[in-house]
């Protein structure tokens, strides 16, 4: 089992992504990776991939706008997942990405 190893890749993809942000750069491939990440068999692996998408909405919200067309598909599916705590994940993700009222 490569769990730890997953959920430590998944947190650094999280901060390359919330850097690239900040800074400039391409970040195509860096959500696509998280969303990879976010159908992992690990719990805790698909809700780090969560949170870090949520943590990107949170720096700069119209750069990751741009990639709403395969975030939207993958969060929508995570809100139907088994685990309460990826739930719960999906739905805060969501209020950040999608930039809802509570």
Do not use: M, W
């Not at 391409?26 to 780090?48: G, K, N």
């Not at 599916?77 to 739930?87: A, Q």
């Amino acid at each position: 089992e490569k769990f730890p190893v997953r959920e430590a890749s998944t947190k650094t993809l999280g901060r390359l992504l919330c850097y690239q942000l900040q800074f400039g750069g391409s970040t195509l491939q860096l959500v696509q990776l998280l969303i990879l990440a976010s159908r992992d068999s690990s719990t805790e692996v698909r809700r780090r991939s969560l949170s870090c998408i949520k943590a990107a909405a949170k720096i700069n919200h119209s750069a990751l706008a741009t990639h709403i067309s395969i975030l939207g598909p993958a969060i929508g599916d995570t809100l139907k997942d088994s685990s309460s705590p990826v739930r719960v994940a999906a739905e805060r993700c969501a209020v950040h990405v999608f930039q809802l009222t509570k």
